[in-house]
Structure formats: structure tokens, C-alpha cells
């Protein structure tokens, strides 16, 4: 099982970055795929998270900003991030959730880190 992440890396505050993670090995059908993120000495918090079917639930202080994407077929997912703020500076995990046998899976992140 893997979630390979890649993108990510260094950019200036109101710049723009895109991360991609594809997912597998994974034996069940993924329902959710997305990413959650880990400042340094805060908790895990959801980024964005899309479903098979379309639906996105979005983490606060995110949504107008960032825009994420999915390829059912490819298992793949993508995090356009635009209008960086200093306070997105975090580790950026790709998360997939599976049915029928529900399951979580996590990869390794990926660091992300703005400057002002």
C-alpha cells in the first residue's frame, strides 16, 4: 500500500503550489481522498477531502483559496493551492478512506512552507 505524494516545497506568501498524490496497492474501493496538514507544535487538521462521487468537504481556512481534484480511474488526487499565507506553512498528508471494508490510509506527507 502507498500514497505517493509529490509537489510541495517552497513559495512566497500569495504564490501558488500544487501537490498530487497517487494511491496503491490499496485492496478496496477508496472513498474518500484528500489531504490533511501538521503545523509544527499544532494538531492534524483536514485541508479538503473528495469523494468518489464529487462531494468536497473543505478544512476552514482554506476553501476559496485552494482547489482540489480527482481521477477515479488513476486513484490519483490534487491540491492546487493559491493565495498562500504564511500560516499554510505545514506538512501536507495524503489521506484515502476505503468502503465496503473501511479502512484508513496515510502517506508520508509532503512539506509545504510559505514565506512572508
Known amino acids: 500500500v502507498q500514497l505517493q505524494a509529490s509537489g510541495g516545497g517552497l513559495a512566497q506568501a500569495g504564490g501558488s503550489l500544487t501537490i498530487s498524490c497517487a494511491a496503491s496497492g490499496i485492496p478496496y474501493r477508496i472513498w474518500n481522498l484528500g489531504w490533511y496538514r501538521q503545523a509544527s507544535g499544532k494538531q492534524r487538521e483536514l485541508v479538503a477531502l473528495?469523494?468518489?462521487?464529487?462531494?468536497?468537504q473543505w478544512g476552514d481556512s482554506v476553501q476559496g483559496r485552494f482547489r482540489i481534484s480527482r481521477d477515479n480511474a488513476k486513484n490519483t488526487v490534487n491540491l492546487e493551492m493559491n493565495s498562500l499565507k504564511p500560516e499554510d506553512t505545514a506538512v501536507y498528508f495524503c489521506?484515502?478512506?476505503?468502503?465496503?471494508?473501511?479502512?484508513?490510509?496515510w502517506g508520508q506527507g509532503t512539506q509545504v512552507t510559505v514565506s512572508s
Open positions: 473528495i469523494n468518489r462521487a464529487g462531494d468536497i
Open positions: 489521506y484515502a478512506q476505503t468502503v465496503g471494508v473501511v479502512a484508513d490510509y
